[in-house]
């Protein structure tokens, strides 16, 4: 355990030392302000059931920002080790690979969660400001959060895997973009093709983001996405491992 805390704390230190993290914090909380403005300025408009808490999870401001951030956190993670060496000492160190593995996908982990906390003074504001609650209860906070916790530590592991399989950043940020994009994407075909079968509408409605995040904004839990998440969360760790231990075996 020591081993991984050291790690772990490698990985968070690289990143906050770079200007990187606080180049996409600085993006992120541009948009995600603009974002809520937006949301509480349509909202003013005339009576609704949507709460300011769906608002601000359910527009293309929030997607856009959300889907963005994957490429951009992880395409150096293994990457950028692999192109300056110094995979090579860690490699040879008396580490584990799987907590090589685990430390780099854990910190990029708490870095994106440092990196959503500040939105949740967004709410905090809102309610000193008008003395109403941004949500029904207390459960849209948690359910919204939550989602986004579980989307992010599956779409970040497929960062870590995406990493691992090239040498260069651009190729691998490409590729995170790309496969998440995907994923993002299937959830929409119930949208974009009124004739999809009943079974894939189900499986489209079950998995899709936007339609999760409506849910669980509004406090109501589905067990069937945690499973998914955090099922394909293990499943990509696990593939981002066998690629680092087949480089080892290569080098």
């Known amino acids: 355990m020591r081993v991984f805390w050291t790690l772990w704390k490698r990985e968070v230190a690289s990143a906050f030392l770079t200007p990187m993290a606080w180049v996409i914090l600085f993006f992120l909380l541009m948009v995600t302000g603009f974002n809520f403005y937006a949301g509480v300025s349509i909202l003013n408009h005339g009576p609704t059931e949507v709460t300011v808490v769906e608002s601000f999870f359910n527009t293309i401001f929030f ?13 150096r993670l293994f990457s950028e080790e692999y192109r300056s060496g110094t995979i090579e000492p860690l ?20 870095l994106y969660c ?43 592991s497929i960062g870590c895997l995406c990493s691992s399989l090239s040498r260069h950043q651009i190729t691998a940020g490409v590729m995170t973009f790309s496969i998440v994009a995907l994923f ?6 119930t949208f974009l093709n009124g004739h999809v079968g009943a079974l894939m509408q189900g499986i489209t409605i079950t998995f899709s983001p936007i339609d999760q995040m409506t849910q669980f904004s509004r406090g109501i839990f589905d067990t069937r996405p945690i499973v998914w998440y955090l099922v394909m969360t293990g499943l990509s760790l696990f593939l981002t491992l066998q690629a680092f231990q087949a480089r080892r075996w290569r080098s």
């Open 184 to 189: 993002f994407l299937t959830g929409l075909l």
């Open 114 to 156: 440092v990196l959503w906390s500040p939105t949740a003074i967004y709410f905090l504001i809102f309610w000193w400001q008008t003395h109403l609650t941004a949500a029904g209860a207390v459960g849209a906070y948690f359910g919204a959060y939550l989602l986004l916790l579980l989307m992010g530590m599956f779409y970040l």
């Open 63 to 75: 997607w856009f920002a959300f889907l963005l951030l994957f490429p951009l956190l992880t395409m």
């Open 91 to 110: 490699m040879t160190a008396p580490v584990r690979d799987s907590q090589v593995v685990l430390a780099k996908f854990f910190g990029v982990l708490f």
